[in-house]
Structure formats: C-alpha cells, structure tokens
C-alpha cells in the first residue's frame, strides 16, 4: 500500500533554532501534500496545501514566513519551522494522495499519512 | 459551515462487543467520507471510505462504517470489539478543493 515517511519522528531544540521535517511519498507520486499540526487531545488543524512545482497554500492564520514549505518533487515535501520558539512546539503530520490517472483533483483516493514528528522547543 | 461532528470524546466497550463510534456530517453536494484510526505518537491509518454505492462500507481490521444521507451520518461498527481496537478515531470529509476537515476525534477504550 502506499506508503509515507515523515522524518525526524522527534526533534528537541533550543528556541531560535530552524528546524526542517521531511515528507516522503516512498511508493507513489504526489502532487499535493498536506502538513497538518495537532495539539494534545485535538484533532488535526491543516496548515498548509503543498503543491509540487509552486507556492504552498496556507490556511487562514498560519504565517508563510514562519512555516516555510518546499515541495521540489513528486515524492517529497519539506516544512520547515523558522526560528522555533516553544509555543511552535507540537505534533506535525503530512499526508499526501497517489495520483490517478493525472487526475489532481477530486480523486476518490484516500490521503495517506505519515507517522508525524513530535518538535519540542526548549 | 461544512463540519464534520464526533459527539462523543470517548467510548467505552467491553472486549467481544460490538461497538460504534459516532459521526455526522454537513457538507454541501455528494460526501467523500473516510474514518482513520491513530496510535499514541503516531500519524493517521486509513480504515475505510465512502464515495458512492454501497452504504454499508468494509474496511480494515474488521471495521465497517454505513452512510445514511437522510441522517447525514457516516457511523463507524465492529461487531466483536479487541482490546488493540483501542484508539483515537478521527472522521472525516474531503471538500471539493481537496482539502480534509476532520472531526474532532473519540477516543475509543475497549476493556479487557
């Protein structure tokens, strides 16, 4: 099945440090990844749309500058946390949707996530 | 607003039970449903979805989950509950720009 890394799966670091999270769609291409943050006992917020090729879209309320997202292929996507501060710190998740048939929207294809990353700003 | 709802913040089911999880749904147009299931420090698995067809849904680990459009619910079932069912379960709706909106999730204790 299809199958997405997240890497690192946890980071501690000092505030002020940046901080990059890989996404890896390892068995299939995607156009379109999502990073979602979830805080404790909450549900999945998205952040941004990350598209292959182009700009990122963000949700109302999140800064571009501080959540900088890269999507330079098929099969990966970076988000990185510029100048980390601990109220940055939370659980981060991507997703990501195989292609069908060069179909970019509206696939009934289910997105598949991956294992998160756990950042902790000291 | 399109939302997705997960009345209940936990569910209790004893072991070899059946159980149910809740969800109920306002979108606007045909739903495209799905129900993941997450484990502690963990992403999200994807159970099962509903696109078109069939209202009864079968998915992973024994799962299964019925559309009713009348009552704009996406419920999910198992008819003999495992102690590893154990989880928080998220709902979910995919809008037409692609985008998911998850409920808020229930956090599912199968007792021994």
């Known amino acids: 099945g299809a199958v997405v890394s997240q890497h690192p799966s946890w980071v501690i670091c000092k505030s002020g440090t940046s901080v990059k999270i890989e996404c890896r769609s390892l068995?299939?291409?995607?156009?379109?990844m999502f990073w979602y943050r979830q805080f404790p006992k909450q549900s999945l917020m998205l952040m941004a749309t990350?598209?292959?090729?182009?700009?990122?879209?963000?949700e109302q309320g999140v800064e571009k500058d501080k959540f900088l997202i890269n999507h330079a292929s098929l099969t990966l996507s970076t988000l990185t946390v510029t100048s980390a501060h601990p109220e940055d710190s939370s659980f981060y998740i991507c997703?990501?949707?195989?292609?069908?048939?060069?179909?970019?929207?509206?696939?009934?294809?289910?997105?598949?996530f991956g294992d998160g990353t756990r950042l902790s700003i000291l | 607003a399109q939302s997705v709802a997960q009345p209940e913040d936990q569910v209790n089911v004893a072991e070899g039970n059946p159980l149910t999880v809740k969800c109920t749904y306002s979108?606007?147009?045909?739903?495209?449903l799905f129900w993941y299931v997450q484990y502690p420090n963990r992403g999200l698995q994807f159970l099962l979805k509903?696109?078109?067809?069939?209202?009864l849904v079968k998915g992973s680990y024994g799962f299964e989950a019925e559309f009713n459009k009348s009552q704009t619910s996406f419920h999910l079932k198992k008819p003999s509950a495992l102690v590893s069912d154990s989880a928080l379960y998220f709902c979910?709706?995919?809008?037409?720009?692609?985008?998911?909106?998850f409920g808020k999730g229930t956090r599912l204790h199968i007792l021994p």
């Open positions: 990350s598209n292959e090729g182009s700009k990122a879209t963000y």
């Open positions: 979108v606007s147009g045909n739903p495209y």
């Open positions: 979910a709706v995919r809008l037409r720009d692609d985008k998911i909106i």
């Open positions: 068995d299939f291409q995607a156009t379109t």
């Open positions: 997703s990501a949707r195989a292609l069908t048939g060069g179909a970019r929207i509206g696939s009934n294809q289910p997105q598949h």
């Open positions: 509903y696109i078109t067809g069939d209202n």
